[in-house]
């Protein structure tokens, strides 16, 4: 399950799964079902053209990360089953409303980056606090290569993170 979310992550949130690459492999695993979880959403647009089927979709996912929270084993998801780790980890209203602004935006993308980030550093603060800075110099080191370079450098940026790193 943690190896179909760390794929989903790099095809469809490639800035994400590089950064996630900054933190000690136990907390990497949980934070890329946080983002796994973001990738899932943000394809429901790109899945369906109609609106009251995007918006089925979404909903779906808020019941099932509401019945994991609420004790329920997850569904035959591996999104699911990975994020029934963060349960711990991660207080639920923060998910319940990056999932809320996704339906309240549809058909169009919400901006969740702040969002995403701060779930991210409630993980690591709980799980890893010691690899944060790693994190945040990743995160920072990324979006000026973005602004910079646009997104047609990966490997530049590839290159340039495992320097850093």
């Known amino acids: 399950m943690f190896s179909y ?3 989903l992550v790099k095809r469809h949130r490639r800035d994400d799964f590089l950064q ?4 000690p492999a ?9 983002y796994a979880l973001n990738a899932e959403l943000s394809q429901v647009r790109d899945k369906t053209g109609e609106e009251l089927i995007g918006q089925v979709r979404l909903a779906w996912w808020q019941e099932a990360v509401s019945a994991i929270y609420d004790g329920h084993p997850p569904r035959e998801q ?16 923060p998910l ?7 339906r309240e935006y549809f058909p169009e993308l919400p ?10 550093l409630v993980l690591l603060r709980a799980i890893s606090p010691q690899s944060e800075p790693g994190w945040q ?12 370079y646009g997104d047609g450098r990966n490997g530049w940026l590839n290159l340039k993170l495992l320097i850093a790193g």
């Open 26 to 34: 136990e907390a990497r695993e949980t934070m890329l079902a946080l």
């Open 137 to 148: 110099k990743a995160k920072s080191m990324i979006a000026k290569h973005r602004k910079r």
């Open 20 to 23: 996630s690459l900054f933190v």
């Open 111 to 120: 901006d969740v980056e702040a969002a995403m980030d701060e779930l991210a």
């Open 5 to 7: 979310c760390a794929d």
């Open 78 to 93: 591996p999104v699911l089953q990975a994020l029934a780790q963060v349960t711990g980890h991660v207080p639920q209203e």
């Open 96 to 102: 319940m409303a990056l999932i809320d602004s996704y």
